[in-house]
């Protein structure tokens, strides 16, 4: 297995643990419209969370090979910064890594 296809898989997963703080966000909207979810890094031991407007968690899940990572998480050359907020930034899979996201995130 590639190193992209770690990362992707590794990122991946981060993803399915905020897919359900998302619902379970979503489920309490009439209370909350910030929820803390997982760093979505490359790092498996990462433990850091990220405060997230419910609507710009839907916008950052339109996008199969976009993720959300702590500041300074960001991998150059594989990922492309979409946009940087306080703490956290928004960035697109490149390449190889790109490709293989799409294809587990995808469905």
């Known amino acids: 297995m590639s190193r992209e296809e770690r990362v992707a898989k590794n990122e991946s997963l981060f993803r399915e643990v905020n897919e359900r ?3 379970a ?3 309490t909207v009439e209370i909350a419209t910030d929820a803390d979810f997982v760093c979505e890094c490359a790092s498996l031991s990462c ?6 407007g419910l609507d ?19 991998q150059a050359g594989i990922e492309q910064v979409v946009t940087r907020r ?9 390449g190889e890594a790109g490709e ?6 995808s469905g």
């Open 21 to 23: 703080i998302g619902e």
């Open 25 to 27: 966000a979503q489920r």
């Open 47 to 52: 433990t850091e969370q990220i405060t997230l």
């Open 56 to 74: 710009e968690y839907e916008w950052v899940r339109s996008e199969p090979n976009r993720f959300m990572v702590v500041a300074g998480h960001e």
């Open 86 to 94: 306080n703490g956290y930034v928004i960035v697109d899979k490149l």
């Open 100 to 105: 293989e996201a799409e294809n587990q995130n």
